[in-house]
C-alpha cells in the first residue's frame, strides 16, 4: 500500500509540475479530458464524421476572434467588441454578396472593415489614452447599432456563395477551418518568433518598463489591435458559412463575452503578459466541445448552458489566480 501511495504521490507531483511549467497544459489537458468525456457518453454520436465536422465549423469563427482577443489580453487591455465587429463584418459581407455577388469583393470588404475597427480602437487606446474598456465597450454599441441601421432589421439568408468554406472533400474537415489553422499557426509564429511578439507580452507583463527601454509602446498597442480587428473581419465571414448562409442584426450576440471565455479557459491571464499563444483557439475548442456535451445530456436551454460555461469559467479563473497577490 505504501509503494502504490508513493507511486500515485508522485504522478500526482508530476502532473502539478506539468501543469505550472507548460502554459499550454492549461487549456490542452481539459480540451483532451472534455473529447474522453463526450467519447465515453456518446462514441457513436461524437466520432461520427458528420458530427465531428459540425463541431469544427463551430470552433473556426470563435476560434479567430478569440485569437484576435488574446493578443489585446496579453497586453493586459480587454477588447468588448469583437462579436458586433463579427457581425458588422459579416453584415457588410452578405449585402456586397447580395447586390453584386462578387465574393472576392465582399471578403476583402469584411476584412478591411475589421481591420478598420481595430485601427480605431487601437487609435483610442493608444493615442487618445482611453482605458481600453471604455473604448471598446463604445465599439460594442457602435458596430451593433452599424449592422442595425444598414440592415433595416432584417435577416439575410441564401448566402450559398460560402460553401466553400464548409467544403471537406471527404475529409469531414471545412476548407475554413483549414484557413483557421493556419491564421492561428501565423499569430503563432508572430508571438513567439519576433520582436512584436516580445512586445506584446512584454508591456503586458511591465508597459513602463518596455517604454523606459526605448519601446514604441503605443505604436506595438495600436498594431496588436488593427491586427485582432483583421481577425473580427475574417471571423465575419466564417460566421457566415458556418452558420447557415445567412446574417441577421443580431448575429455573434455575446460573443464578444465567448471570446473572452475562450482566452481565460485557454489559460490566458486577464492580467496581461502571460499565456501561450495558440491559448485562444484551444479555449475556443473546450467551450465548443463543453456545449456539444451539454447537447449530449439533453441539456438544451440556452439559459441553463450558459449557467455551466459560467461555473467552469470561474473554475478556469481560480486556477490561473491562485497564488497572485493582485489582480488588475
Known amino acids: 500500500m505504501t509503494n502504490k501511495a508513493n507511486t500515485m504521490s508522485t504522478v500526482i507531483a508530476k502532473f502539478k509540475h506539468f501543469y ?40 473556426t469563427p470563435l476560434a479567430l476572434i478569440a485569437t484576435g482577443e488574446m ?10 467588441s469583437p462579436g458586433s465587429a463579427q457581425a458588422a463584418t459579416a453584415m457588410l459581407a452578405a449585402m456586397i454578396t447580395r447586390s453584386t455577388n462578387n465574393i472576392p469583393l465582399a471578403i476583402a470588404s469584411a476584412v478591411g472593415l475589421g481591420t478598420l475597427i481595430g485601427a480605431i480602437n487601437g487609435l483610442l487606446v493608444s493615442k487618445l489614452k482611453i482605458y481600453s474598456f471604455v473604448a471598446t465597450l463604445a465599439a460594442l454599441v457602435i458596430w451593433r447599432s452599424f449592422v442595425i441601421v444598414v440592415s433595416g432589421g432584417k435577416l439575410i439568408y441564401g448566402l450559398t456563395q460560402y460553401e466553400v468554406f464548409t467544403r471537406d472533400y471527404g475529409t ?34 511591465n508597459e513602463e518598463a518596455v517604454r523606459l527601454a526605448g519601446i514604441r509602446a503605443d505604436l506595438a498597442k495600436f498594431l496588436a489591435f488593427t491586427l485582432a480587428g483583421t481577425l473580427y473581419g475574417l471571423g465575419g465571414v466564417m460566421l457566415i458559412s458556418m452558420g447557415g448562409y445567412a446574417v441577421d442584426p443580431w448575429s455573434a450576440r455575446g460573443n464578444e463575452l465567448n471570446a473572452i471565455a475562450s482566452c481565460v479557459l485557454g489559460g490566458i491571464m486577464l492580467t496581461g503578459g ?39 469559467l470561474i473554475g478556469a479563473a481560480t ?10
Open 20 to 59: 505550472r511549467t507548460y502554459e499550454l497544459s492549461r487549456a490542452l489537458i481539459p480540451l483532451i479530458l472534455l473529447i474522453i468525456v463526450s467519447i465515453a457518453m456518446s462514441p457513436r454520436y461524437f466520432l461520427n464524421p458528420v458530427n465531428v465536422k459540425v463541431v469544427l465549423m463551430q470552433i
Open 71 to 80: 493578443m489585446i489580453i496579453l497586453m493586459g487591455s480587454i477588447d468588448l
Open 172 to 205: 469531414y474537415i471545412p476548407v475554413g477551418f483549414v484557413i483557421m489553422i493556419l491564421v492561428v499557426v501565423a499569430i503563432y509564429t508572430l508571438l513567439r518568433k519576433t520582436v512584436f511578439g516580445r512586445y506584446i507580452y512584454g508591456i503586458g507583463s
Open 274 to 312: 502571460s499565456g501561450h499563444p495558440l491559448g485562444g483557439f484551444l479555449g475556443a475548442s473546450v467551450l465548443t466541445i463543453l456545449s456539444n456535451i451539454l447537447v449530449l445530456l439533453g441539456i438544451t436551454e440556452i439559459a441553463v448552458q450558459q449557467t455551466v460555461v459560467g461555473i467552469v
Open 319 to 328: 486556477a490561473l489566480t491562485r497564488g497572485l497577490r493582485y489582480v488588475k
